[in-house]
């Protein structure tokens, strides 16, 4: 099965050829598999290492095999900040090939100058990214803050705008946020609101459920933070985007039209 990688920023993701409605986003550096050609059209169907499966315009991606044979996981570099420029020199009044963001990958060539990091971009080309924008892609599972770590995570998308299969700083929806929030700590959870069996979730109640784990109601998911609290990306009366909200009927955050929603909570931690 053919291997590629995601060579723009961004890429929509559609469910069929025929629908133009956003199921989900790959972000640059992502690996994905061919699954489904159609000559003489410029989609192809790919699946992603989370087991996603849509429609993307071919043009959006180069061959992945240079990258495999020269990087792994721990060789990688995640963008950390919500939004990142990469310029053409270590200098910010250089050019800016192109802005990537938070949970994208680049690749080290392990020069530093000043602040900045040298990367290789999935399309071979060479840039420079502040260093204070990227981490090293770790696997955070069973670490002592990865509940912490998950949870900041989310609240750096605090105030995005609601984008039905978005899962980026402009825009991002449910399942979006939480398996974002996840991902960037490189764990792989299912992109769905609804409960899934794999991915290492294991099913609980919600009154066992602890900071970090997720929520699932009818037909949306949340990141719970304690204390009652959690976060999610919503849309509707009560607001658009990503918010906090309670399950505690005393708090002013509290969310009565979802309260009876809530099916159970899940833990992979």
């Known amino acids: 099965m053919r291997l590629l990688a995601v060579k723009a920023p961004v890429v929509k993701?559609?469910?069929?050829l025929d629908d133009i409605s956003l199921s989900d986003e790959l972000l640059h550096g992502m690996i994905v598999k061919v699954i489904e050609e159609t000559a003489g059209c410029n989609y192809l169907k790919?699946?992603?290492e989370y087991n996603y499966a849509g429609w993307c315009n071919k043009d959006c991606f180069c061959a992945a095999e240079n990258i495999i044979s020269y990087y792994s996981d721990a060789d990688c570099l995640r963008i950390h900040?919500?939004?990142?420029?990469?310029?053409?020199r270590a200098d910010i009044k250089g050019k800016v090939l192109c802005t990537l963001v938070k949970g994208s990958i680049v690749y080290p060539v392990n020069v530093f100058e000043n602040g900045w990091t040298k990367v290789l971009l999935a399309s071979s080309s060479i840039g420079y990214i502040r260093t204070s924008s990227i981490v090293p892609y770790e696997n955070m599972c069973g670490k002592k803050n990865i509940r912490r770590a998950i949870i900041e995570d989310a609240l750096m998308y605090l105030g995005t705008q609601y984008r039905w299969g978005g899962k980026t700083p402009y825009g991002i929806d449910c399942s979006g946020l939480c398996s974002m929030a996840?991902?960037?700590?490189?764990?792989?959870?299912?992109?769905?609101?609804?409960?899934q069996d794999g991915y290492g979730i294991k099913q609980i109640p919600v009154s066992e459920a602890m900071p970090g784990d997720l929520l699932y109601f009818k037909g949306h998911i949340a990141?719970?933070?304690?204390?009652?609290?959690?976060?999610?990306?919503?849309l509707g009366v009560y607001g658009d985007g990503v918010r906090i909200n309670s399950l505690n009927k005393?708090?002013?955050?509290?969310?009565?039209d979802l309260l009876d929603k809530l099916i159970c909570a899940g833990t992979l931690i």
């Open 81 to 88: 900040s919500l939004t990142v420029d990469v310029m053409d």
């Open 223 to 234: 990141l719970y933070m304690g204390n009652d609290l959690f976060i999610h990306s919503t």
């Open 182 to 195: 996840y991902l960037n700590n490189g764990m792989i959870i299912h992109r769905d609101s609804g409960w």
């Open 13 to 16: 993701v559609f469910n069929k």
């Open 250 to 256: 005393s708090h002013a955050l509290y969310r009565e």
């Open 46 to 48: 790919v699946l992603t």
